[in-house]
């Protein structure tokens, strides 16, 4: 019994092997389906319950490894608590890179962060600004290597 | 804001989700191959080794992050560097699978146990033997320098740490720190799959070895092409 848990195992070892090569050929090609947001052309939109949120990225086009301001713009209620952006990429964790925002103006707030590059090369990654004790909206776009 | 301590508990635990995640598709391949390429020969030693090289460049890293504060003019200076870098474990992993399979008429790089006649060969296999645990250490280290998202995101908290730290000593200190968090944090995983590689148990390992050498041949193709391409 033990061998046959062991050679699953091994198995499941050689195959990571293979599929190591084989997903990233498939993501590279072609624009990911979930994307919804051009972010090179311009503010994003979203809603989270009445509150319409606005998510820019300057400089554009927006590239990953370099230095980005994310501008959150809120129409209709003020948050009580400042909200905040978490980057990652759409079905697989990069580990927690957050942008801390800060007002800078009436219903703007303000941050600054990096996109990282993925070696796979995959281009997809996703903004999702949080609003404490209200909710998340996610904004999923590409970047450029 | 978080505290040193909770930043330092958070990059660890963040360390050990991307291991089990993301560290074991992306760097599991080479773990696995360096397992396969000890031929069933205990291989705590030389992975803990690897592991180790490995967490050294991250804490250097970090340490260069926390001291200037900033993560895109480290990683712009390390850019081509990391490029070679991925060509590299390509061409070692192509080499140890083409070895394990005895492709080579070198044998393995690493340890294996060829036996050369002559003063000058023995001399060459006493020290590559020697050499062939101890040689995990710098290929760790070296193979820390891949280019890797979790790792770049660490590198940011670190960059960032090192930003509100009061000097650049102590910016480096914090980074350094964040980063070793964030590598023993990936440390498990890949000794994992180290571990679940290690093919001491298996009698008629033949069969097995060749298809592994095909894949690794593959697997060090996709790396260099990947390099290339970066």
């Known amino acids: ?145 | 804001m978080l505290s040193t301590e909770t930043i330092y508990f958070v990059i660890f635990t963040s360390g050990l989700a991307v291991g089990f995640g993301h560290c074991i598709g992306m760097c599991g391949p080479i773990v696995a191959s360096l397992s396969l390429n000890l031929k069933g020969r205990s291989g705590l030693i030389p992975h803990l080794l690897y592991n180790g090289g490995r967490i050294t460049t991250y804490g250097l890293l970090g340490g260069v992050m926390g001291a200037t504060g900033s993560f895109t003019l480290v990683t712009a200076r390390i850019a081509s560097l990391q490029k070679i870098v991925l060509v590299f474990a390509g061409i070692i992993i192509i080499v140890m699978g083409l070895a394990m399979a005895g492709w080579l008429p070198l044998g393995s790089i690493f340890g294996d146990h060829y036996n050369p006649e002559g003063l000058l060969s023995r001399g060459f296999r006493r020290l590559s033997e020697t050499k062939s645990t101890a040689t995990y250490y710098p290929l760790g280290m070296l193979l820390g320098l891949l280019p890797c998202g979790p790792v770049y995101t660490a590198l940011i908290a670190a960059a960032r740490a090192g930003m509100e730290a009061q000097s650049a000593l102590r910016g480096s200190l914090i980074g350094l720190g964040l980063m070793l968090s964030f590598g023993l944090g990936t440390v498990p995983s890949l000794l994992l799959v180290a571990k679940l590689a290690d093919l001491g148990w298996l009698k008629r390992r033949d069969i097995i070895y060749k298809v592994s050498s095909i894949l690794m041949v593959i697997l060090g193709i996709y790396f260099v092409v990947k390099g290339i391409r970066y």
């Not at chain 1, 009445?50 to 501008?71: H, N, Y």
Request: charged share 25%; net charge positive.
């Open chain 1, 1 to 145: 019994m033990k061998l046959v848990v062991k050679a699953t195992l091994l198995m499941a070892i050689l195959c990571l092997m293979t599929f190591a090569i084989c997903p990233t050929a498939s993501n590279s090609e072609g624009k990911p389906k979930r994307v919804d947001c051009d972010v090179h052309a311009g503010p994003c939109s979203g809603s989270l319950e009445d509150i319409q949120i606005t998510l820019d990225v300057e400089p554009k086009p927006v590239k990953a490894m370099k230095d980005l301001t994310f501008t959150v713009t809120f129409v209709g209620e003020k948050p009580v608590t400042n909200p905040y952006i978490d980057l990652g990429m759409p079905g697989m964790n990069m580990g927690r890179n957050r942008v801390i925002l800060k007002p800078a103006g009436d219903l703007v707030y303000r941050g600054e962060g990096v996109i990282v590059r993925c070696p796979s090369g995959r281009r997809t990654w996703k903004a999702k600004v949080t609003v404490p004790d209200v909710g998340a909206v996610e904004f999923v776009f590409d970047v450029i290597y």
